[in-house]
Every structure is written in C-alpha cells, then in structure tokens.
C-alpha cells in the first residue's frame, strides 16, 4: 500500500509562485504514473496535471498549461508541481494521485484511473 502525502501549499498572492510536493508513505511509487488533481468547495476534484513513470510524457489542463509545470524526481521517489503566474481562480486544495502501473510509459488524466490518493494541501490564492 502507498500513501501520498502533499506539502507545499499556502497563500499566496496573485501573480505569485508556489511549489508543491508529494511523496510517498509506505510503498515507493517511483515507477508508477502519478498525477495532481485539485478541488474547490461543491465541485468535483478536477485534473490539474500528470505525468508518467519516465517523466518523459506530461500532460496539462488548458487552465493551467504555460503556468504549472509538474516533474518527478524518482530516485527521491517524489512528485512536484511549480505553479507560476497564480490566480484567484487557482485557489483550492490539490491532491496527488498515484497509480500502479507498469505498462507503457503513459501519463493519465481521469480520476477513476488512480487508486491511491494524499490527504490534499490547500492553496489560497488572494487578489
């Protein structure tokens, strides 16, 4: 079993920068695709940015691409999110999810297809 477990939020203002981080509890999870989600009070958690194994493939939300970039850094087995150029909008709390997956070095975007989630760090961003 693995828990992910997310540091890094806090307020901030607009235009500002932040950087998450998520690493595992339990089981590493180094070689598994991983991704961040986030969620705004009565809304769905909503997909923010994920990436495979490797690294190698990305992928990004259109409200986010250009602005957040995610990385990995597998021999720390950890997970990270820069957020640059924040907005009032980008305010929730995000989670990281994590699937166990060896197959082809695929980075995945729905929630139903990770299985093992972080409690979630908030991120306030303030205008």
């Known amino acids: 079993q693995v828990q992910p477990v997310e540091s890094g939020g806090g307020l901030v203002q607009a235009g500002g920068s932040l950087k998450l981080s998520c690493a595992a509890s339990?089981?590493?999870?180094?070689?598994?695709?991983l991704g961040w989600f986030r969620q705004t009070p009565g809304k769905a958690r909503e997909f923010v940015a994920a990436?495979?194994?490797?690294?190698?493939?990305?992928d990004y939300a259109d409200s986010v691409r250009g602005r957040f970039t995610i990385s990995r850094d597998n021999a720390q087995n950890a997970l990270y999110l820069q957020m640059n150029s924040l907005k009032p909008e980008d305010t929730a709390v995000y989670f990281c999810a994590a699937r166990q997956d060896y197959s082809p070095d695929y980075s995945y975007r729905r929630e139903y297809q990770y299985p093992y989630w972080g409690q979630g760090t908030q991120v306030t961003v303030s205008s």
């Open positions: 339990g089981r590493a999870f180094r070689n598994w695709p």
């Open positions: 990436t495979s194994w490797s690294g190698s493939n990305t």
